[in-house]
């Protein structure tokens, strides 16, 4: 037997004719063998006259719609061979995102064996769906309880008696001849069908019983069908066909009146027409289908002549006048209109086959002009083109083709688009680390009619290999997928550890910006900037690197940095504690850390928790970021931090042996350029690495990394780690650690920002040739970004970020932050017992909720449901209070109440914006927050705690480097008076369960 093979991206799979058995001792030897000369004209790519039809399959007289989140299908199923005395069975090809198309089983299964013609697209009515396609020549009306069927006829026996069912047909009159189906519902429920040579007629309520027939007259006159018809913006549209074969072409007129008319014929009424010059020929019976205010002409194509024909899809323009513009006809498609979901496409880099079916020359039929030859090599089927095929030779019983990945690789799916499908398949799967030997690992013995055939292997392979053991021995596409999800920023539906061993990143889905990561025996301690909140530099602790808990906060006194990180100023937005680094050395916990305006601190401790020492200067200039630190092999102390005023130059500086105090004169400059920051100093197997993260513009931004094997080199081996990312939101700052299971990983945040934050997530890392590869490496390096991997290690107890909290004890949970210092007389844990009450005092300037005192917040999460609801008594609040809920980054939304001279009366304000609502009259109040991925709030309100009341709607926001917060607050504009008492926040995550622990 001979083989084919496709080369490409300097890979070739080379394939023998025979393997002897003598070479088998070494195999990775015989799979390179070379192939034979005789072979290499097989082995050319051949071009695609065919481009990229909207399905892999031959689909004429497409009606498509927009049902739900949903694309829907229906069409005439060509490619039978037997011309017009048949068709394909009736199938719906569904789609997410317009570019992956699917179908599964019969749509119609009493219309399977007869002659299925160009079916409507499905009509919601009644509380049931109609579909309206032609049959054995006549239209007939079939109903499903959904558009995905299954449908059978509405009217009379669920059976054909050929030519027709006469019970069933459309049209109960005369002949009943006519084709074509097209159903318009307009803005009153009145339904209309039109068909064939420009006939309309009236439905009734029923939708089966049809009114008088009408002939409709347009200015071409010669045979029609095909009719395409449509509103937008008050313009009824009128499409009909003229011609057919190449001279396929669609032509329209316009009411401002009604479907039946009187109708206008613009000057310029040509829609489509065959384009040589483009490849496009004949473009016919199609349909016009809208996504919101973007319309799009679908075509069928006639290429391969009259019944093996392929649907395309171009946009539809319009005139200011509502005229249409002539559509420029292209076979290019017009790709996804939704964005992908699933999982990351892996590249073959060739396709072998176990033969070839000779090119076959497709004659015109009446321009001579519309000719092709197509060709079915191997590499069709891996080239992401529909209109491109392989297809093995006649009688090639072994049938097989083999796909090379390049390298082993983590497989999610496999996904085989057959040529015609509807027919159905049976096939074999196998994979191949070496492409000797093969297991089985997908496939069906039994015909299965469906498009594609998805086999889930998650396991590695290096080659593939699919033999057709029955059905058509063609390949429209082969898609192989990772098992790494192709996720949308924002979109995630999990997070965390898994109930099946893995975890899902985030593993944080909330503002931990700016991370450093160690490890501590058994345990594994990180930190996050706070910028001007309180507590400063929260401290995460973890025994698994992916629960985490928060230990505690380093920095309790702001003042200690500046007065203007008080109370009194609350000049630091976007400035104050920026990122450090967490460092354990003779069993103390220390702590570097940098702001913008004083310069770099130190604080140590004994333990992580606490308590932490006053904070000890180490350089008290402006204009630097971003510190790290490490003691070397001889226990001497070095200081890394980078001038970001002086075009982001870092310097490494000699530290005392006790991190009190830097050298500055020792600075030596180790690294510069391109907003170089983000250092970590990591020691492992001899090195000393820098780690630091670069921006270029319109590239984003990514790890790197520099290294010697002396502290007191020149580091000038630089490698990439890490790929921008930008689809991710450019993963690049945080800490490289070993876990529990002997692996490396990278915990960082993700750097681009939105309204939540820097979240968190745990990279894996793989050492090549002395370097820390993180992510995804299995298609190369730089690596990329991972979305769920095995977990580290399994351990039964779990911990969990923090949330709510019942004001029970005599301090406040580490996830409370005050918004700056606070004025620590005017609060108390202690006065009401499990209640916390916030004393009311003048903002720096009256309204602002952002120069408010006092405010108590913690960090939002970013996942599919969010609620937060407290319960205040409001009975000790003062002329001119305000109190309640909020949220807020740079932009504010608050739901509160506002004590007016004695009256109280709900408050919704945005921006300190506010709306007066109804006025409270009792002393207890419950008020809540909800938002889910899309970061939309909406406020309600409660006077019994079980009904609740919307108030308004807040979308959260991004500013000064900080995601949204959710907060507390209580300040007066006339004195400083007045309280509330809180009794609890509850911040429920539990009604969409996104992780094995996710408590209140």
């Known amino acids: 037997m001979r083989v084919y093979t496709f080369q490409s991206n300097d890979y070739s799979y080379i394939c023998k004719r025979t393997i002897k058995k003598s070479m088998m001792m070494n195999k990775a030897t015989t799979i390179l063998l070379t192939l034979s000369l005789s072979l290499q004209g097989f082995s050319q790519s051949h071009n695609n006259p065919f481009g990229n039809p909207l399905v892999p399959d031959m689909i004429a007289d497409a009606s498509i719609e927009l049902i739900g989140d949903t694309f829907y299908c229906y069409a005439t199923t060509d490619g039978y061979g037997r011309g017009l005395e048949t068709s394909g069975p009736p199938v719906v090809w569904k789609s997410k995102d317009f570019k992956h198309w699917s179908f599964d089983g019969i749509c119609f299964p009493s219309a399977a064996k007869e002659k299925f013609w160009a079916p409507s697209k499905a009509i919601e009515q009644n509380g049931r769906w109609y579909l309206y396609p032609t049959m054995n020549g006549y239209m007939h009306v079939a109903v499903s309880d959904s558009p995905d069927g299954p449908f059978h006829l509405a009217r009379g026996e669920d059976v054909f008696d050929k030519p027709y069912s006469k019970a069933s047909t459309l049209i109960q009159t005369g002949d009943r001849g006519g084709i074509d189906a097209e159903i318009f519902v307009d803005d009153d429920g009145q339904a209309y069908a039109f068909w064939g040579q420009r006939h309309v007629a009236r439905l009734s309520d029923d939708m089966v019983t049809i009114g008088e027939i009408q002939?409709?007259?347009?200015?071409?006159?010669?045979?029609?069908?095909?009719?395409?018809?449509?509103?937008?913006?008050?313009?009824?549209?009128?499409?009909?066909?003229?011609?057919?074969?190449?001279?396929?072409?669609?032509?329209?007129?316009?009411?401002?009146?009604?479907?039946?008319?009187?109708?206008?014929?613009?000057?310029?009424?040509?829609?489509?027409?065959?384009d040589v010059e483009k490849g496009v020929f004949g473009p016919g019976h199609g349909c016009v289908f809208n996504d919101g205010d973007n319309y799009y002409f679908a075509f069928l194509e006639f290429s391969r002549n009259s019944t093996n024909r392929q649907t395309y899809v171009n946009r539809m323009e319009f005139n200011d006048d509502g005229t249409i513009r002539q559509v420029k006809v292209t076979l290019d498609g017009v790709g996804a209109l939704r964005q992908e979901e699933g999982f990351r496409e892996l590249k073959p880099i060739s396709a072998t086959a176990s033969s070839i079916k000779p090119q076959h020359?497709?004659?015109?039929?009446?321009?001579?002009?519309?000719?092709?030859?197509?060709?079915?090599?191997?590499?069709?089927?891996?080239?992401?083109?529909?209109?491109?095929?392989?297809?093995?030779?006649?009688?090639?019983?072994?049938?097989?083709?083999?796909?090379?990945?390049?390298?082993?690789?983590?497989?999610?799916?496999?996904?085989?688009?057959?040529?015609?499908?509807?027919?159905?398949?049976?096939?074999?799967?196998?994979?191949?680390?070496?492409?000797?030997?093969?297991?089985?690992?997908?496939?069906?013995?039994?015909?299965?009619?469906?498009?594609?055939?998805?086999?889930?292997?998650?396991?590695?392979?290096?080659?593939?290999?699919?033999?057709?053991?029955?059905?058509?021995?063609?390949?429209?596409?082969?898609?192989?997928?990772?098992?790494?999800?192709?996720?949308?920023?924002?979109?995630?539906?999990?997070?965390?550890?898994?109930?099946?061993?893995?975890?899902?990143?985030?593993?944080?889905?909330?503002?931990?910006?700016?991370i450093d990561c160690i490890r501590v025996g058994d345990d594994y301690y990180a930190i996050s900037?706070?910028?001007?909140?309180?507590?400063?530099?929260?401290?995460?602790?973890?025994?698994?690197?992916?629960?985490?808990?928060?230990?505690?906060?380093?920095?309790?006194?702001?003042?200690?940095?500046?007065?203007?990180?008080?109370?009194?100023?609350?000049?630091?937005?976007?400035?104050g504690i920026w990122a450090g680094t967490l460092r354990h050395h003779k069993g103390r916990f220390y702590l570097f850390f940098g702001t913008p305006d004083e310069g770099f601190f130190m604080t140590s401790s004994p333990k992580a928790e606490g308590p932490w020492e006053p904070l000890t200067p180490l350089l008290a200039e402006n204009g630097?970021?971003?510190?790290?630190?490490?003691?070397?092999?001889?226990?001497?102390?070095w200081f890394v931090g980078t001038r970001f005023a002086d075009n982001y130059k870092t310097y490494l500086f000699r530290m005392s042996d006790d991190a009190r105090s830097i050298d500055r004169a020792s600075a030596r400059l180790i690294n510069e350029g391109y907003g170089r920051e983000a250092n970590k100093l990591l020691y492992h197997d001899g090195y000393y690495y820098l780690i630091f993260s670069e921006h270029r513009d319109g590239i984003g931004r990514y790890v790197l990394a520099k290294r010697d094997r002396r502290i007191t080199g020149q580091f000038k081996e630089e490698q990439q780690l890490l790929l921008p990312c930008r689809e991710a939101n450019e993963p690049n700052q945080g800490g490289i650690v070993e876990g529990p299971d002997g692996k490396w990983y990278f915990f960082t945040h993700h750097g681009s920002g939105d309204w939540s934050g820097r979240i968190a997530t745990l990279l894996p890392v793989e050492w090549r040739d002395g370097w820390p590869m993180m992510g995804d490496t299995m298609q190369g390096t730089p690596g990329t970004m991972v979305w769920k991997a095995p977990m580290p290690t399994l351990l039964d107890d779990k911990q969990h970020i923090q949330r709510s909290d019942n004001f029970d004890d005599e301090t406040l949970s580490p996830q409370w932050q005050w918004n700056y210092q606070p004025r620590q007389d005017m609060f108390s844990l202690t006065e009401r017992a499990g209640w916390l009450r916030l004393k009311?005092?003048?903002?720096?300037?009256?309204?602002?909720?952002?120069?408010?005192?006092?405010?108590?917040?913690?960090?939002?999460?970013?996942?599919?449901?969010?609620?937060?609801?407290?319960?205040?008594?409001?009975?000790?609040?003062?002329?001119?209070?305000?109190?309640?809920?909020?949220?807020?980054?740079?932009?504010?939304?608050?739901?509160?109440?506002?004590n007016d001279n004695g009256n109280i009366y709900l408050e919704f304000r945005?921006?300190?914006?506010?709306?007066?609502?109804?006025?409270?009259?009792?002393?207890?109040?419950?008020?809540?927050?909800?938002?889910?991925?899309?970061?939309?709030?909406?406020?309600?309100?409660?006077?019994?705690?079980?009904?609740?009341?919307?108030?308004?709607?807040?979308?959260?926001?991004?500013?000064?480097?900080?995601?949204?917060?959710?907060?507390?607050?209580?300040?007066?504009?006339?004195s400083d008076t007045g309280y509330i008492d809180v009794d609890y926040l509850h911040y429920d995550l539990t009604k969409t369960k996104l992780s094995i622990d996710n408590p209140q």
């Open 624 to 637: 630097w970021d971003d510190c790290t630190a490490l003691w070397d092999e001889k226990g001497r102390g």
């Open 361 to 514: 020359a497709i004659r015109y039929f009446n321009d001579e002009r519309c000719q092709r030859t197509e060709f079915f090599d191997a590499s069709f089927a891996i080239d992401g083109a529909n209109g491109s095929r392989w297809m093995a030779a006649d009688g090639d019983s072994a049938c097989w083709l083999i796909i090379d990945l390049g390298k082993s690789i983590n497989i999610g799916q496999s996904e085989i688009y057959f040529v015609r499908p509807t027919a159905g398949h049976a096939y074999i799967l196998e994979g191949s680390q070496d492409g000797l030997t093969w297991e089985t690992c997908g496939g069906h013995a039994d015909m299965q009619a469906r498009s594609p055939h998805v086999d889930h292997i998650q396991h590695a392979y290096r080659f593939l290999r699919a033999k057709i053991t029955d059905g058509i021995r063609g390949i429209w596409e082969w898609r192989i997928l990772s098992d790494q999800p192709n996720m949308t920023w924002g979109n995630w539906q999990s997070w965390g550890e898994q109930a099946d061993g893995i975890y899902c990143n985030p593993v944080i889905p909330s503002d931990y910006s700016d």
């Open 215 to 274: 002939t409709l007259e347009t200015r071409r006159k010669e045979y029609s069908e095909g009719p395409i018809f449509f509103k937008r913006k008050g313009i009824y549209y009128y499409l009909y066909t003229i011609g057919g074969d190449e001279n396929y072409k669609y032509y329209y007129m316009m009411s401002r009146i009604s479907p039946l008319g009187p109708y206008e014929t613009p000057e310029h009424d040509l829609v489509s027409i065959t």
């Open 840 to 898: 009311a005092f003048r903002p720096l300037e009256p309204n602002r909720l952002l120069k408010a005192g006092n405010t108590l917040t913690q960090r939002s999460f970013r996942s599919a449901y969010n609620d937060v609801t407290i319960r205040i008594d409001i009975s000790g609040m003062t002329h001119g209070e305000h109190a309640g809920i909020c949220h807020f980054a740079q932009h504010s939304g608050c739901l509160g109440v506002v």
């Open 529 to 575: 900037s706070t910028m001007q909140y309180s507590p400063g530099m929260t401290i995460l602790h973890s025994r698994d690197l992916v629960n985490w808990e928060i230990a505690g906060n380093a920095v309790n006194d702001l003042s200690q940095i500046s007065p203007a990180m008080t109370w009194k100023q609350m000049d630091r937005y976007g400035r």
């Open 910 to 974: 945005r921006d300190d914006q506010a709306q007066r609502g109804v006025q409270i009259p009792q002393p207890y109040l419950w008020l809540r927050t909800t938002w889910g991925l899309d970061g939309h709030a909406r406020f309600s309100y409660s006077i019994d705690g079980d009904h609740f009341t919307d108030m308004g709607e807040y979308p959260l926001s991004w500013g000064y480097y900080r995601g949204d917060r959710i907060g507390i607050y209580n300040y007066n504009d006339v």
